[in-house]
């Protein structure tokens, strides 16, 4: 299993991001997948999850109306589609996915919202 995220940024206050998240080495189009983050001194939180055919999503409270999860299960890829980003947003973004009990984790890509 690889997980390979990118997309992350320096980006201003109301501004937005898109993160990718490249997968092999499972068959992604059964897998639901899910993004994580971490700020300095947190622990790791749920942002958002999507099922293995993207009919049902999840947000975290403090992304809801402003985060979209979205897959292509052609090209192995989940998305995070960030909007109106605050600085509380500011965090190391995973993809993650759960496969016979185990997490499965990317490198993470670094998110800084600050003016």
């Known amino acids: 299993v690889q997980l390979v995220e990118s997309g992350g940024g320096l980006v201003q206050p109301g501004g937005s991001l898109r993160l990718s998240c490249a997968a092999s080495g499972f068959t992604f189009s059964r897998s639901d997948m899910n993004w994580y983050r971490q700020a300095p001194g947190k622990e790791r939180e749920l942002v958002a999850s999507i099922t293995s055919a993207g009919v049902r999503r999840i947000y975290a409270d403090s992304v809801k109306d402003r985060f979209t999860i979205s897959r292509d299960n052609v090209k192995n890829t989940v998305y995070l589609q960030m909007n109106s980003l605050k600085p509380e947003d500011t965090a190391v973004y995973y993809c993650?996915?759960?496969?016979?009990?185990?997490?499965?984790w990317g490198q993470g890509t670094q998110v800084t919202v600050s003016s």
């Open positions: 993650n996915t759960w496969r016979n009990g185990r997490g499965y």
